[in-house]
T-cell receptor, first 113, second 116 residues
Framework: DQQVKQNSPSLSVQEGRISILNCDYT??????FLWYKKYPAEGPTFLIS?????DKNEDGRFTVFLNKSAKHLSLHIVPSQPGDSAVYFC????????????FGTGTSLTVIP | KAGVTQTPRYLIKTRGQQVTLSCSPI?????VSWYQQTPGQGLQFLFE???????NKGNFPGRFSGRQFSNSRSEMNVSTLELGDSALYLC???????????????FGPGTRLTVL
């Protein structure tokens, strides 16, 4: 059973506009969340994290929002750049179980110049 | 600091063989996790090691095993390979402590295993 879902397999956005990537989870015990970017033939690169004590975390062009009641998080990229084109994964963990993360299936973002 | 390294980067094996993959974590990181990535399945958690002890295990058959050495380097082994084991195997390390909450994981480039 997929506990973390990214329901949009792909997303296309014009350069300079906002990209919004969404992620839903089913386990209410998840309390730590990560976003990764992945290029083909490379390992995932960490982007940004958020713990359940916050509802927003910002790092440069990247902002992650967490809505615990809806079990939903989103990654906003503003402004989008062609170099952002990659597959984005969200991941969730129940921190008292250690470092076991559940990943979504990814959203392929294409930023059109 | 050097990142997570994995060897080899590519492997081709035949059904029934076994394979060992190696992972060297970021210096100072004691937690090492392994994931399998296949098309359409995202990353599936295999297991996590911390200070030479397996702390978590995902839902994979016993053919998948691992270990961690005193220098935190880790190996995973897959015995009696099946065609479905063809995947990208990713290793991730973190500075997570035994009693702390979850921590950011940093990934290596992966080992691409092809089973013929």
């Amino acid at each position: 059973d997929q506990q973390v879902k990214q329901n949009s397999p792909s997303l296309s956005v014009q350069e300079g506009r906002i990209s919004i990537l969404n992620c839903d989870y089913t386990n209410s015990m998840f309390d730590y969340f990560l976003w990764y970017k992945k290029y083909p033939a490379e390992g995932p690169t960490f982007l940004i994290s958020i713990s359940s004590i916050k509802d927003k975390n910002e790092d440069g062009r990247f902002t992650v929002f967490l809505n615990k009641s809806a079990k939903h998080l989103s990654l906003h990229i503003v402004p989008s750049q062609p170099g952002d084109s990659a597959v984005y994964f969200c991941a969730a963990s129940e921190s008292n179980t250690g470092n076991q993360f559940y990943f979504g299936t990814g959203t392929s973002l294409t930023v059109i110049p | 600091k050097a990142g997570v390294t994995q060897t080899p980067r590519y492997l081709i094996k035949t059904r029934g063989q076994q394979v060992t993959l190696s992972c060297s974590p970021i210096s100072g990181h004691r937690s090492v996790s392994w994931y399998q990535q296949t098309p359409g399945q995202g990353l599936q958690f295999l297991f996590e090691y911390f200070s030479e002890t397996q702390r978590n295990k995902g839902n994979f058959p016993g053919r998948f095993s691992g270990r961690q050495f005193s220098n935190s380097r880790s190996e995973m082994n897959v015995s009696t390979l099946e065609l479905g084991d063809s995947a990208l195997y990713l290793c991730a390390s973190s500075s997570h402590t035994w009693t702390g909450g979850a921590d950011t994981q940093y990934f290596g480039p992966g080992t691409r295993l092809t089973v013929l």
